[in-house]
């Protein structure tokens, strides 16, 4: 192994393409060389100035990533493995822009598509999918995140109309979304009703100085006596089951995601360790720098091959929640992990914005608490081990 050049690409290392099909890697490259060209070369700034470059959503939609797993209605229709792709593509670039994208689709859309009627489909789903409009999901509220079961946002009947009052919080597109997916409790039990950009009532408000997540539009959502028809609410959709399918849709794109955020860093700092020259050689060449950077890999490799294993059992319709659970714990535990890592790797430099691994490990800190913290998950994972619910 002496003087082999240092890997580009940290999965080479178990030949993690090699379980791909063509298709599947097509796409991946295809996502990487979008967001190369387009998303990349402006990160830094982004992140800096807290901005979300909101004109690229119909370049998204026309580069098929929106809703890309959903069929018909002018959705890609491709397998899991090809959406877990993406997302870890667009993750490796920024944590934002895979939230931006599996809110769209795997919440927003997803639950359209999934709980909609004809006429919502129709109206919402093509223009989502080309990025001519923006969706959100209002799920957690300022009281209530892991027990929505509580939420206090109320739809009380009026005739042949609804009456929404409450508020929504940390809702990743909020401030920007041209329709909202709003849950609810109703005396039939939780609802979700859908929410154009407009109604009178309907207001957002961004959250800024965020520390995370900063190339992110991050809103408060709140509804005041808005006044919807009966044709506004989703109608297949009863109880908790509604939002908690959308939620394991965008776990699952977290999970691979976690691994581009882990894959990015672990790059960044094996290109530094190869240039950055201490007592007269690479830093690369030292025995504790080989050890951490070995570790990382062993452990991002671990994180990619269970992506790719639970993509396929998404693909034969055979995945279990728990199983869900299980990716995004481990997923993102380690990436944020290798992030952190990486960081001291690349010593004083680390802390620019030049270098990827401190903003992943930011943006990261939101990516292990939202769509479930781990502590959730791990209990989600209890369950499945005992047969007890320890949260309830």
Same mark, same amino acid.
């Given at each position: 192994m002496s003087g082999a050049k240092p890997m580009k690409d940290p999965l080479d290392l178990l030949d !993690?393409? #090699?379980?791909? *099909?063509?298709?599947?890697r097509e796409i991946q490259a295809t996502v990487a060389k979008f967001l190369a060209d387009r998303v990349r070369p402006h990160l830094g700034e982004w992140f800096e100035n807290a901005h979300f470059a909101r004109e690229l959503a119909p370049e998204l939609g026309k580069l098929g990533v929106l809703g890309m797993h959903l069929e018909g209605y002018g959705c890609a229709g *491709?397998?899991?493995?090809?959406?877990? !792709? +993406?997302? @870890?593509?667009?993750? +490796?670039?920024?944590?934002?822009f895979r939230s931006f994208v599996s809110v769209q689709g795997s919440l927003s859309m997803y639950s359209i598509w999934k709980w909609g009627s004809q006429e919502q489909k129709q109206e919402w789903l093509p223009r989502l999918a080309a990025g001519e409009a923006i969706g959100c999901f209002g799920l957690t509220e300022p009281d209530f995140g892991s027990d929505p079961a509580g939420m206090r946002t109320r739809a009380v009947r009026d005739g042949g109309d609804w009456i929404l009052d409450g508020s929504k919080m940390w809702i990743t597109n909020g401030g920007i979304a041209d329709v909202a997916t709003v849950w609810a409790q109703t005396e039939e039990g939780v609802r979700g009703f859908l929410v154009p950009r407009g109604t009178p009532g309907f207001t957002t408000q961004d959250i800024k100085q965020k520390m995370s997540l900063r190339a992110s539009v991050t809103s408060e959502l709140h509804f005041d006596h808005v006044r919807l028809p009966?044709?506004?609410?989703?109608?297949? =959709?009863?109880?908790?089951?509604?939002?908690? #399918?959308? !939620?394991?849709?965008?776990?699952?794109g977290i999970l691979f995601g976690a691994v581009g955020a882990g894959?990015?860093? @672990? &790059? =960044?700092?094996?290109?530094y360790a190869d240039s950055r020259v201490q007592f007269g050689k690479?830093?690369? =060449?030292f025995q504790l720098t080989q050890k951490k950077l +070995?570790?990382?890999?062993?452990?991002?490799?671990?994180?990619?091959?269970? =992506?790719?294993?639970?993509? &396929?059992l998404k693909d034969q319709g055979r995945i279990r929640p728990e199983q869900i659970s299980v990716g995004k714990l481990n997923n993102v535990r380690e990436a944020l992990a290798i992030a952190r890592e990486c960081r001291t790797?690349?010593?004083?430099n680390g802390i620019s914005l030049e270098y990827a691994p401190l903003r992943h490990a930011n943006n990261l800190e939101s990516v292990l608490t939202y769509e479930g913290t781990?502590?959730?998950? *791990?209990l989600v994972v209890g369950q499945a081990l005992t047969g007890h619910a320890a949260f309830r």
């Amino acid at each position: 192994m002496s003087g082999a050049k240092p890997m580009k690409d940290p999965l080479d290392l178990l030949d !993690l393409s #090699s379980t791909l *099909t063509d298709e599947e890697r097509e796409i991946q490259a295809t996502v990487a060389k979008f967001l190369a060209d387009r998303v990349r070369p402006h990160l830094g700034e982004w992140f800096e100035n807290a901005h979300f470059a909101r004109e690229l959503a119909p370049e998204l939609g026309k580069l098929g990533v929106l809703g890309m797993h959903l069929e018909g209605y002018g959705c890609a229709g *491709t397998n899991a493995v090809s959406y877990g !792709l +993406a997302c @870890l593509e667009l993750e +490796a670039a920024d944590s934002g822009f895979r939230s931006f994208v599996s809110v769209q689709g795997s919440l927003s859309m997803y639950s359209i598509w999934k709980w909609g009627s004809q006429e919502q489909k129709q109206e919402w789903l093509p223009r989502l999918a080309a990025g001519e409009a923006i969706g959100c999901f209002g799920l957690t509220e300022p009281d209530f995140g892991s027990d929505p079961a509580g939420m206090r946002t109320r739809a009380v009947r009026d005739g042949g109309d609804w009456i929404l009052d409450g508020s929504k919080m940390w809702i990743t597109n909020g401030g920007i979304a041209d329709v909202a997916t709003v849950w609810a409790q109703t005396e039939e039990g939780v609802r979700g009703f859908l929410v154009p950009r407009g109604t009178p009532g309907f207001t957002t408000q961004d959250i800024k100085q965020k520390m995370s997540l900063r190339a992110s539009v991050t809103s408060e959502l709140h509804f005041d006596h808005v006044r919807l028809p009966d044709s506004a609410r989703l109608p297949l =959709a009863e109880g908790l089951r509604g939002p908690l #399918s959308c !939620l394991n849709e965008a776990r699952f794109g977290i999970l691979f995601g976690a691994v581009g955020a882990g894959r990015d860093s @672990l &790059r =960044a700092a094996l290109e530094y360790a190869d240039s950055r020259v201490q007592f007269g050689k690479p830093i690369s =060449a030292f025995q504790l720098t080989q050890k951490k950077l +070995a570790d990382m890999s062993v452990s991002l490799g671990g994180a990619a091959l269970l =992506a790719v294993h639970l993509g &396929r059992l998404k693909d034969q319709g055979r995945i279990r929640p728990e199983q869900i659970s299980v990716g995004k714990l481990n997923n993102v535990r380690e990436a944020l992990a290798i992030a952190r890592e990486c960081r001291t790797v690349l010593g004083a430099n680390g802390i620019s914005l030049e270098y990827a691994p401190l903003r992943h490990a930011n943006n990261l800190e939101s990516v292990l608490t939202y769509e479930g913290t781990s502590e959730m998950h *791990t209990l989600v994972v209890g369950q499945a081990l005992t047969g007890h619910a320890a949260f309830r």
